[in-house]
């Protein structure tokens, strides 16, 4: 038997084409199957492996990959809903309100917005006239066929035992049945959105003296204080976000964007920076996360753009996968929070729209890092329970140094 040779330190080793062809033809289908697996089977996986790629290819290729495995997972779930398959509820039906109305899907009327590369045209401050949200918010007029689809039921309560947060889902995808969009409204009178950076991201260079545990303080980890918690936005590499903490700037407002606001007092407003919001004086915390998706109740029309650099150098608006967004109603007083698996942004925005949300920014995306939990405190301290049970995987990361920034609900002190 011939013996392979042994290589010699210094020797050039020739690669000759038709073997890296075939390695080639080898690897790439390898790599889209590890991902496919990974983004199905182990989100947690999937996720933490597209930031190592992200160091190695670049933001590009890895957006390449991450479409192309989505689209085939997308077209399975249409292939099995074409043969039969039904959609379940996300959870189990029981409604404080009344029937919902017929379907109804809300109509979109666009308006007109700059991106980042276009700063020049500002929309200017919506009307605040619009008529009030009830609170409790009034049913949904379903978009989907689902039992109990647009009603909303309780979800947690604050430190005084009155209900601070309902719950419901929407379908609001026709060619997607499977698409699901569960929507949080909490009441801002009774509780307060406090925001938390992670050890890690935002990435900022500014020598600015901030505290960045990734940790919920300790003074809102106690019963009946702390509520729930949610994910928060891309990386900064994909589109250098403006953050503000305490008032101080870690990263840089950028003009055009959407722009989540919380002041001193609790309120907290959605606004495109140097059009509804042009000055850092009287606000805490800011948080920008691409394109507005919702302003003055009118959908933004570049939500129907399959653009990577719109919706975070990551998955373009077209592109069905996890989604996340923050929203508010017209009056202040309702804080939306909406997200589910295979959903577009037309979807999302419908959903958040049909809703109540006024205005509404996305947050992050893709399956791992779309996370909303409610907090029970039992004796041996608190558990969190995801919103939806696809949610499983890390579901008490924010009880613990988080890595990515997000947001968590606490009851207002009396």
């Known amino acids: 038997m011939r013996k392979k040779a ?27 199957l590890a991902v496919y697996l990974a ?10 492996g597209a930031d190592v790629l992200r160091d190695l290819v670049g933001d590009p290729a890895v957006a390449w990959l991450e479409g192309r495995v989505f689209q085939v997972q997308d077209a399975l779930l249409q292939m099995e809903y074409r043969l039969g398959a039904k959609p379940d509820a996300p959870w189990a039906v029981g409604s ?38 009830r609170w409790p918010p009034l049913p949904v007029p379903a978009l989907g066929s ?41 009441d801002l009178e009774k509780i307060r959105l406090h925001y938390v950076l ?10 600015v003296d901030v505290q960045r545990t990734g940790i919920i303080p300790k003074a809102d980890k106690q019963p009946g204080i702390l509520l729930a918690a949610f ?21 840089p407002m950028i003009d055009g964007l959407g722009t989540l606001a919380i002041y001193p007092d609790g309120r907290v407003q959605i606004g495109v920076w140097g059009g509804d919001l042009t000055s850092l004086e009287g606000i805490s915390t800011i948080r920008q996360n691409g394109p507005i998706v919702i302003h003055g109740g009118k959908i933004n029309p570049r939500a129907f753009e399959d653009s990577l650099e719109l919706w975070g150098a990551s998955l373009g608006g077209d592109m069905a996968t996890w989604r996340s967004a923050v929203g508010v109603s017209a ?27 006024y205005s509404a920014i996305q947050l992050d995306i893709n399956h791992f890092w779309v996370l909303f939990t ?16 696809e949610m499983r995987e890390n579901v008490d990361r924010y009880l613990y140094a988080c890595s990515r920034d997000y947001f968590y609900l606490a009851s207002k002190t009396p």
């Open 146 to 186: 689902l039992e109990g689809e647009g009603e909303w039921a309780s979800y947690f309560s604050n430190g005084r035992g009155e209900t601070a947060a309902y719950r419901t889902f929407l379908q609001p995808d026709p060619d997607r049945p499977y698409a699901i969009a569960a929507v949080v409204a909490a």
């Open 6 to 32: 042994a290589a010699i330190p210094g020797r050039r080793i020739v690669v000759r084409p038709g073997v890296l062809l075939k390695g080639l033809l080898v690897a790439i289908p390898a790599a889209c």
């Open 231 to 251: 994910n928060g936005g891309f990386l900064t590499r994909h589109g250098l976000f403006g953050v503000v903490i305490d008032g101080k700037i870690l990263v």
């Open 374 to 389: 409610r907090f029970v405190f039992e004796p041996d301290g608190p558990k969190a329970f995801p919103l939806l049970d």
């Open 331 to 357: 009056d202040g007083r309702t804080l939306y929070y909406a997200a589910g698996g295979s959903l577009n942004m037309p979807a999302l925005a419908h959903a958040l729209q049909a809703a109540g949300a």
């Open 39 to 48: 983004a199905t089977v182990w989100p947690s996986i999937g996720a933490q």
């Open 198 to 207: 992670g050890f890690e991201e935002p990435f900022f260079t500014e020598a």
């Open 96 to 133: 404080m309100t009344a029937t919902p109305q017929k379907k109804n899907p809300v109509p979109n009327t666009p308006f007109v917005i700059s991106t980042p590369a276009v700063k020049a045209e500002i929309p200017s401050a919506p009307s605040q006239s619009a008529i009030p949200i």
